[in-house]
């Protein structure tokens, strides 16, 4: 990780020449490297420090609490697999919204356990949304899109998510789904290129493959995931667009295959909300 080039980002992006020699230089640093730092303030560093430290306290307590924290709406809150600990932050979307009691998959309320903890997390995740934003209108810029919005467009709303993992010492595979990823880990933000900007740039970025290196069994190590809104319906912006994915199906898809027993998987097959996705696929094709 010594040789990885580390970027400061602007306040916001216009298209400016110096936005031009920046986003050229994040496109040579993932095709050399498939990774990029970013340099932070102290403010963004302070926000990194409260999010570890409060994760870290969650992970302290009895996995009686712990695992209190699930929900059969969405894949958000607390799993583990073996000695591997994961908190999942996904939207938090209220009950009564119009997508819940339509039955879309993966739509709820975050189970929260304090509103200590969603508010560390929620203050470093909208921080992470922020930087996502700038770098959509980077890599647009430094791909040539015609339109330097195309890849902000797609993300508008996006479903985001992150998660929070604590792992004994050792090297683990982290996810590299999705379209952007920023990994936090030992206080350094890394920017990656997800399994969707592969798709979108039809094979130009590829995605990276990411290792976590953990030292400690109480080190925290964070995947933020800056993604399409979930009713999307893609296609590649890079040479032919022949290519079509839904992102909620994608998603969906993804997270059942990895919680198979889960109670949100239970119930997206007890309840048939798979033709629910297949309607909204069907309804994003026709204007993807």
């Known amino acids: 990780m010594a040789d990885v080039r580390t970027f400061g980002l602007p306040d916001c992006v216009e298209g400016t020449e110096s936005d031009v020699q920046l986003a050229d230089g994040l496109i040579k640093a993932w095709l050399a490297d ?63 919204d119009v997508r819940v009691g339509a039955n879309w998959p993966c739509h709820g309320p975050m189970p929260w356990p304090s509103m200590e903890y969603r508010r560390a997390m929620r203050t470093f995740f909208d921080e992470l949304s922020r930087i996502g934003e700038k770098l959509m209108h980077l890599i647009a810029i430094g791909l040539n ?54 798709f979108l740039t039809n094979g130009h970025i590829r995605m990276t493959p990411l290792e976590a290196l953990v030292h400690t069994c109480d080190e925290v190590v964070m995947t933020y995931f800056h993604e399409p809104a979930f009713e999307l ?47 909204l696929s069907r309804r994003a094709s026709v204007g993807a």
């Not at 420090?49 to 958000?76: G, I, M, N, W």
């Open 34 to 96: 498939g990774m990029f730092q970013l340099a932070c303030d102290r403010w963004q560093t302070r926000k990194i420090e409260d999010a570890v430290e409060a994760s870290r306290r969650y992970f302290t307590q009895p996995v009686h609490l712990k695992s209190r924290c699930v929900s059969d709406l969405t894949y958000a809150g607390y799993s583990a697999a073996g000695a591997v600990e994961t908190f999942t932050i996904c939207q938090d979307i209220p009950r009564e």
């Open 233 to 279: 319906g893609l296609r590649p912006v890079l040479g032919p667009m022949s290519g079509y994915m839904h992102y909620g199906t994608y998603f969906t898809d993804l997270f059942m295959r990895r919680h198979p027993e889960r109670p949100t998987t239970r119930r997206i097959k007890a309840e048939d909300r798979l033709s629910v996705l297949a309607s």
């Open 145 to 198: 899109l015609s339109d330097f919005e195309t890849l902000n467009a797609l993300s508008e709303d996006g479903w985001h998510h992150m998660l929070v993992q604590r792992f004994p010492a050792g090297t683990y595979e982290l996810s590299s789904h999705g379209l952007l990823m920023i990994t936090v880990e030992d206080g350094t933000l890394t920017a990656t290129p997800g399994e969707l900007m592969e």
